[in-house]
């Protein structure tokens, strides 16, 4: 049982690390199914990212004492296994591409809100130097999703994924 802000932000950062984990594990599949070159650049990139992500996420468990390993972030879990079912039910090309934002879209907002509580609960806990790593993360979460959302809509001079999966 959780009874303090204390001991919720360590399960925060216990649940995080597990969303990392899992996500470290499914990116390199999600960059085999894209056809888009950006994209799968884009999910590349950011695999790069997630690890160093779970490497400061140790620094902060190891600078409080925390074991991150054995928590089951029970969220990523499913929003992986939806974009399975999903990748697996189109054909390869734009729509499987759109699936695949549309997922990556999903993860990367749980992984902002993630993020963004528990920087919250390491500012009200004194842990600047946690808040300072953990708003690293979110920037580098945000900046993705607008990544993903630029190859989705395109750009000013072309169209994205989006447009040329209604075809």
Known sequence: MITNLEELYRDQLRDIYSAETQL???????????????????FVKHLEETREHRVRLEEICA???????????????????EAKKHVGETLTGEVRDAVLIASANRVEHYEIAAYGVTRAFA?????????KLLGDSL?????????LTKIATGGLFGSGVNEAAIH
């Open 24 to 42: 470290i594990t499914a990116l390199p599949e999600m960059a085999v199914a894209a056809s888009n070159r950006d994209l799968r650049e884009g």
């Open 63 to 81: 600078r409080r004492g925390i074991d991150p390993e054995g928590e089951e972030c029970d969220a990523m879990r499913g929003l992986i296994k």
């Open 139 to 147: 920037d580098e979460e945000s900046a993705t999703d607008e990544a």
């Open 123 to 131: 500012k009200a806990l004194g842990y600047d130097d946690d808040a």
